[in-house]
Structures are given as structure tokens and as C-alpha cells.
């Protein structure tokens, strides 16, 4: 019987237009609960896609610091969720909840 070699799945390299990544971040709001770690981890898979350093001096942010931030460890700071997502070029839209 022939093994089965298998490969770890990154999101990253399936993200590849602006409209994908936006999808992918939308998606992971809606279900991410109010988890913040969550909504990181996601920003760190399209700023991967995007590319780390680019994205980094884009948010006028060191590189390690974007990986520890959006690393899923810890909850970055609203402020740094903010230069994050304009220096990936994505808008976060408000909605009103219906109850």
C-alpha cells in the first residue's frame, strides 16, 4: 500500500485578491464569537498573503511586532487592528444586529 503524503494547509496561499481576502476576514468575523485572538490570527493570515514586511511598513510597525500581534497569542490593541487593516486595504463595516 502506497503512504499518503500529506501537507500542513496555509490560508495564506489561497488568498490572493483584495475581494478573497476581505471574504476570508468577513467570514472570520462572523464567527469568531468576540474572540479577538481570533480576529488576529485571521489579520496575520492575510497579512501574510500580502506580504509581512510590506504590510509592516505600511502600518508604520516593526515586523516583529506585526507577528506578535497577529500571532493569535494575545489581543492586539484596537489601535494596532486599525493600521492593520488600512495597510492591508480592507474596510470594516458597521451593522446593526437585529434582535
Known amino acids: 500500500m ?3 503524503i500529506t ?3 496555509d490560508i495564506a496561499e489561497h488568498l490572493r485578491t483584495p475581494e478573497e481576502m476581505a471574504a476570508y476576514l ?5 464567527e469568531a464569537n468576540g474572540d479577538a485572538t ?3 490570527k485571521a489579520l496575520g493570515d492575510i497579512a501574510r498573503a500580502k506580504g ?3 504590510v509592516a511598513r505600511d502600518a ?3 515586523r516583529e511586532s506585526l507577528y506578535k500581534a497577529l500571532s493569535g497569542d494575545r489581543a492586539p490593541s484596537f489601535d494596532t487592528i486599525l493600521k492593520v487593516v488600512g495597510a492591508l486595504g480592507i474596510k470594516l463595516h458597521a ?3 437585529s434582535t
Do not use: N, P, W
Open 26 to 30: 468577513e467570514a472570520c468575523l462572523e
Open 2 to 4: 502506497a503512504k499518503t
Open 60 to 62: 508604520g510597525l516593526s
Open 52 to 54: 509581512m514586511s510590506q
Open 95 to 97: 451593522e446593526a444586529v
Open 7 to 9: 501537507t500542513r494547509y
Open 38 to 40: 481570533f480576529i488576529a
